[in-house]
């Protein structure tokens, strides 16, 4: 079977704008949230939770609207920043990742700390912004790509929430009039707004109601929506692909029925790749807007507990199923990889592979080809990959290498040589590099992106979208 995924990308004219630091995207998306710090976040959970467990559910509450964040980004060319109470700056990237901009949320009651995330987004050249909470399990990338839709022809757009607030709330101007004496934190809060926004002949939208998680009674919908029982030991395994044809087929089928589901997040790819992984028994997810996307999609979807993220070249050896289980039961082990193997002969290839085993073991860095794996709800808490068109993988074990630790198996996985082979196995690892060099001093990703493609694979345009989608 295979699914498109809702088309997040409603206003194209307005997306096109270039964007650059001094014009920056025409959308952003404002989430709110709280830094989890124990006995300070969801305080009306503690009864239920404890004060550790309230900060877990913040912690992961705010992870998935960053993830789903994302995948609306992703599509629109949204810029995100995350308003935060608690913490700093650092802590949030540390933790949530880059890409995304931060900001405390300021002084004052929650009028004016959303009065002013609007004011500072619209001085800085936005012009549709949406502001959302972290506490809707809901919230979707369709949700808030309606409300991106809903401002072209309005100037207010506002999602209620089942208790008498609002879930969200989005605007085209700034207009001070909504953020003043509100009873913020009571069931008239959606109602008043609406009014206000009537009395000043404010074009106004009503989304669909949502519900939010504030008290004990309402922990059944964030378990029913985000957090089902998912037998502790299920595996999702998802596979990028941009023009696979002839490798994802025998990808699917070796893995055989070790994993509860393969999920194929294609690209948009325009060989036969959908149909040769369909036929392989893969369910495939069709989302066009860059491989952490895909990927970012994907793991929203899955019926696994665990997420296992493999390259379509690459395979998995047998009885892996059973290592990531084990590797996971550790409470020290936040994620697993493989080790690497290249199926090809001669001792280049041999010394490739163990450089990058040597890097992944001592240093706790495997990425790329190496199969990485985690528990579904650590993913969704570290709010995905980062929007990048390279090296998102690598950005993501950076922050798991910082917060938890991350061990490498010495059971191998057997990628291609394809690539090697195409630039040469030297040209291949100095590019290789080049490009973790030039993100760790700060170079932009699409400006790694362009070195890849302009300088790297000329006289092979016709691999080059597919091996960019693959780096590093």
């Not at 990237?93 to 959303?114: D, E, F, K, S």
């Not at 909470?133 to 991106?148: K, R, W």
């Amino acid at each position: 079977m295979s699914i498109r995924l809702p088309d997040l990308n409603p206003i194209e004219s307005i997306r096109r704008q270039k964007m650059s630091p001094l014009n920056p995207s025409p959308f952003r998306l404002i989430i709110f949230t709280r830094y989890p710090i124990p006995g300070k976040t969801k305080t009306r959970l503690i009864p239920a939770l404890g004060p550790a467990g309230a900060a877990r559910l913040q912690e992961i509450m705010t992870g998935h609207a960053v993830l789903q964040g994302r995948c609306c980004a992703a599509a629109n060319g949204a810029d995100i920043e995350v308003r935060f109470e608690g913490g700093n700056a650092r802590k949030l990237q540390t933790w949530l990742g880059a890409g995304v901009r931060y900001a405390p949320q300021g002084a004052g009651h929650l009028g004016q700390r959303m009065a002013r995330a609007f004011a500072d987004a619209f001085s800085a050249g936005a012009q549709r912004v949406v502001l959302i909470g972290s506490d809707c399990p809901e919230m979707t990338a369709g949700y808030l790509a309606e409300a991106f839709a809903a401002l072209v022809d309005h100037d207010l757009v506002i999602g209620p929430a089942n208790d008498g607030g609002y879930t969200l709330i989005g605007l085209h101007s700034f207009v001070p009039a909504l953020f003043d004496f509100m009873s913020w934190g009571t069931d008239t809060v959606f109602r008043d707004t609406w009014e206000a926004a009537c009395r000043v002949g404010m074009r106004a939208l009503k989304l669909k109601s949502l519900s939010d998680v504030d008290h004990p009674g309402d922990l059944p919908e964030w378990h029913r929506v985000i957090d089902p029982e998912k037998p502790p030991e299920t595996l999702s395994i998802i596979i990028p692909t941009l023009n696979e044809q002839s490798t994802i087929a025998e990808t699917v089928k070796g893995i055989g029925g070790e994993a509860t589901e393969i999920i194929v997040a294609d690209g948009g790819s325009t060989d036969n790749t959908v149909q040769e992984a369909q036929a392989a028994g893969a369910r495939v997810l069709v989302f066009p807007h860059g491989r952490a996307a895909q990927m970012n999609a994907a793991a929203l979807s899955v019926r696994g507990a665990i997420v296992l993220f493999l390259h379509a070249d690459t395979c998995l050896p047998e009885g892996f199923a059973t290592d990531v289980f084990q590797t996971l039961r550790s409470h020290d082990i936040a994620a697993g990889a493989f080790s690497l193997k290249i199926d090809a002969d001669g001792h280049r290839f041999r010394m490739v592979a163990a450089l990058a085993n040597f890097r992944s073991r001592r240093l706790q860095f495997p990425y790329g080809d190496q199969a990485l794996f985690m528990k579904r709800d650590t993913f969704i808490r570290l709010g995905g990959f980062a929007n990048f068109p390279v090296m998102e993988d690598f950005e993501l074990v950076l922050r798991l290498r910082r917060r938890h630790g991350i061990m490498t198996l010495s059971r191998e996985v057997t990628t291609s040589s394809r690539r090697w082979k195409r630039l040469g196995i030297w040209r291949t690892t100095l590019i290789n590099q080049l490009m973790i060099a030039g993100y760790c001093l700060k170079m932009s990703p699409s400006r790694l992106a362009a070195f890849y493609k302009n300088s790297v694979i000329s006289g092979n345009r016709e691999n080059t979208n597919r091996d960019l989608h693959r780096l590093p």
